[in-house]
């Protein structure tokens, strides 16, 4: 018995620890800067939208420091590369990437600093590549892609934050490569504004 009313009271105190935690949901938009490496000799860097929405849950109940920040987001990514004429040579890419961020902030205050650090994994949701080269088509991209981000950023009452995040690609995004010994490895250093709902 005694044994019983102790796992229930373990039980009591797990589920009001986690139902203390607070989450909050929100809505992001911002813009990013992104690149692959070595898909074209010389490439340019594709500006496009970040946009989607956030989960974030209170992980400690003895302050408001550390949280853990899930997203959903649409992110145009890709590069591109110019010839002698000024032809575009597009390699455009378009995913859900769902990054899972630890997010610590300097202060209990409304209003700090904080920074971030986490795994992303994305799913491409379309594309548009013109040929990578003599043996190369279309069908070489990967359909996912995995990364590490890391940013800092500026809370306004917990309410409005101000972000730069910067993300590199873990894998190779092209069955394709100039050279055997290179990796396709997707960048983005993303400027976005999230509002939380509550």
């Known amino acids: 018995m005694k044994n019983l009313e102790s796992k229930i009271l ?24 992104s690149n692959t490496t070595v898909v074209h000799g010389i490439s340019k860097d594709r500006i496009g939208l970040v946009v989607g929405g956030v989960a974030k849950y209170q992980l400690s109940t003895r302050s408001e420091e550390s949280y853990l920040q899930a997203e959903i987001l649409y992110t145009n990514q890709g590069e591109y590369s110019l010839d002698l004429e000024n032809k575009k040579y597009k390699a455009y890419i378009d995913y859900i990437n769902i990054p899972i961020m630890y997010k610590f902030y300097f202060d209990n205050q409304g209003s ?17 590549i013109d040929p990578l080269g003599p043996e190369a088509n279309n069908n070489v991209l990967k359909k996912f892609d995995l990364a590490i981000n890391a940013g800092i950023g500026y809370s306004y009452q917990r309410k409005y934050e101000f972000n730069i995040r910067y993300g590199i690609g873990l894998i190779d995004t092209y069955g394709y490569n100039i050279s055997n010994n290179d990796i396709n490895r997707s960048s983005l250093l993303s400027f976005s504004v999230t509002y939380f709902f509550n």
């Not at 589920?15 to 935690?21: E, I, L, P, R």
Request: glycine share 14%; proline share 2%; no cysteine.
């Open 10 to 33: 373990i039980l009591i105190y797990l589920v009001s620890n986690f139902a203390y935690g607070q989450i909050k949901f929100g809505a992001k938009a911002g813009v990013g800067i």
């Open 112 to 128: 700090d600093f904080f920074i971030e650090t986490g795994p992303q994994i994305g799913f491409v949701i379309s594309d548009n």
